[in-house]
């Protein structure tokens, strides 16, 4: 609860100063650049939050055993605060302890749920600890690279977005055909989703690993191209078996669905952006990642979770419907913002715009459900 409000507030906030950056009107104390502070504070702050809240609702339903609750949430959501306190008065405190204080959240996070795998016995969920434990070290390199102003095109940049591309490949590819189903069955409906995980599933996600990692290794190899361009289209045949196109009656459904186009969308046009850059630019192929996949599906994961375990009907009224096309909107109006240049500038603040306004949505709707006690359902 208290890690999904954060984060939306967070999203809104820092897209509010990243504006006010741009335009001169902010001047943060940071010793990161513009660029490199709005990169890591989306990835790294924005999306760790995101993660230990689906992580600390999931877990307990793959142990069954009590979630993390009371002052030990209390402290990790501190945590994560005091993150980005340093990063963002980074300026006038040592590289290292910056480093430690934005890692710690990160760590204890990984500490947690490893406690509880183990405890729980639960080895078929260690693909999703392994992943986490490995942001930790993305963030790492992020750190290192940005004490020589190479962070916002490093390593560190490439991997953090490539494991966040796996871990939404991995967990989307779970949970969209299942939610998918069981709404379709509610229905009547008699075409349903192909179960999920079955082997074409799993050759998509070694696919996926492999060449997110020929990219984040060597970015601008035809080879790395190449290898995108299949991962896109198996991902698009991956789609194909999940039966979205039937599920436009609930937006809490068919945004999984667009949020999850978004990831073989990014990789053919990351794909392009190599092998064909006089087409398309690398920023609005990764805009396509971060804002599209990650944004939306995050959104999405979110307010699914919060009216599931605030005792809510999972149903998507208009209020939600509004925050989803309002990121929908952002998300198109920054890819066209790379396209139509004489506009550019126009369509990154309206895209912006809708951006905060989707996340204030989200705070302002979403807020007071995980502000308050869960309604028990009567016998």
């Known amino acids: 609860r208290p890690l999904f409000l954060l984060a939306a507030l967070w999203a809104m906030i820092a897209m509010v100063l990243w504006i006010g950056m741009l335009a001169g009107l902010v001047s943060l104390p940071t010793a990161f650049d513009p660029v490199t502070w709005h990169t890591h504070e989306f990835l790294f702050g924005y999306l760790s939050a995101v993660i230990a809240g689906f992580l600390l609702t999931a877990v307990p339903n793959w142990t069954g055993r009590l979630p993390v609750v ?18 963002a008065t980074s ?71 490539a494991l966040s591309i796996i871990l939404i490949s991995l967990i989307g590819g779970k949970i969209i055909p299942s939610f998918t189903r069981n709404w379709l069955v509610k229905q009547g409906a008699t075409d349903l989703p192909t179960p999920p995980m079955q082997r074409f599933d799993k050759a998509t996600l070694v696919v996926t690993v492999l060449a997110l990692l020929a990219w984040a290794l060597a970015p601008m190899q035809p080879l790395a191209g190449a ?21 436009s009656a609930d937006s809490l459904v068919w945004v999984l669905h667009i949020a999850y186009l978004c ?53 998507g009224g208009r209020s939600t419907t509004f925050i989803y096309l309002a990121l929908i909107g952002a998300v198109v109006l920054r890819v066209l913002a790379d396209v139509v240049f004489v506009i550019r500038i126009p369509l990154l603040d309206a895209s912006a715009l809708l951006w905060i306004l989707g996340f204030a949505g989200f705070v302002g709707i979403y807020g007071p459900m995980l502000l308050s006690a869960k309604i028990e359902k009567t016998a």
Not at 227 to 241: C, K, P, T, V, Y
């Open 70 to 87: 009371g002052w030990s949430l209390a402290w990790l959501a501190a945590l994560w605060v005091i993150g980005r306190i340093a990063i």
């Open 227 to 247: 290898a995108l361009l299949i991962m896109g289209g198996l991902h698009l045949m991956r789609m194909m078996r999940w039966q979205g196109v039937q599920t």
């Open 263 to 315: 990831v073989p969308l990014g990789a053919i046009c990351v794909a392009l952006s190599i092998l064909a850059p006089s087409i398309i630019g690398q920023a609005l192929a990764l805009h396509i990642w971060t804002a599209g996949a990650i944004g939306l599906m995050t959104v999405a994961v979110m307010t699914r979770a919060s009216l599931g375990h605030s005792g809510r009907a999972l149903v």
């Open 91 to 161: 300026l006038y405190l040592p590289a290292l302890g910056v480093a430690l204080a934005d890692l710690a959240f990160l760590c204890v996070l990984w500490g947690v749920v490893l406690r509880e795998i183990i405890a729980g016995k639960n080895w078929r969920n260690l693909p999703v600890l392994i992943l986490v434990g490995m942001l930790v070290v993305a963030n790492i390199t992020f750190h290192i690279e940005a004490a020589s102003g190479s962070a916002s095109h490093g390593y560190g940049l490439r991997f953090g977005l």
